[in-house]
């Protein structure tokens, strides 16, 4: 490391050495939301083929977001840009999915809340990382060829 660096660009040197931990526990949280998302949903629902459906678009999601969180954590940039669209996914399921398929019958403020703080917590994250990210990528660019 070059002893006449900024702290700015101290910083990304860190991040060839420790992981991106804010936003895997971002991820990790909005994970557990989907969870209470999950059991509040299908506690709730009408007994209809869409139950079946939820169920096997939610094991799908929780694997995702887990699998996310992982390699968020160790700066992948597509799974960054993952993490935005099941935000946008979880918004599209608050506003369109649930008040006009699902149509649950009790719960909705902690439907509500999970959706949305989930959504929130991925848009951070996704954000957060992509940011750093960048940021890492261009260093190992600039550490490999150093007179360009």
């Not at 991106?20 to 949903?41: C, K, N, Q």
């Not at 969180?69 to 597509?78: G, L, Q, R, S």
Request: glycine letters at 4%; one cysteine or more; a positive charge.
């Amino acid at each position: 490391m070059k002893p006449d660096i900024s702290e700015k660009e101290k910083k990304v040197y860190v991040t060839l050495y420790k992981k991106d931990a804010p936003s895997y526990a971002m991820i990790l949280l909005a994970t557990l939301l989907e969870f209470v998302y999950v059991v509040s949903i299908l506690d709730v629902m009408p007994v209809t083929f869409m139950m079946g459906v939820a169920v096997i678009v939610n094991i799908f999601l929780l694997f995702l977001l887990f699998t996310c969180a992982v390699k968020v954590n160790v700066y992948e940039i597509p799974w960054a840009a993952v993490s935005l669209i099941v935000g946008g996914y979880m918004l599209l399921r608050q506003f369109v999915l649930v008040p006009f398929v699902l149509q649950p019958y009790d719960r909705e403020q902690i439907i509500l809340v999970a959706n949305l703080a989930g959504a929130a917590l991925l848009f951070a994250a996704g954000g957060n990382s992509l940011r750093k990210s960048s940021k890492r990528r261009r260093l190992q660019k600039q550490l490999a060829h150093p007179n360009q």
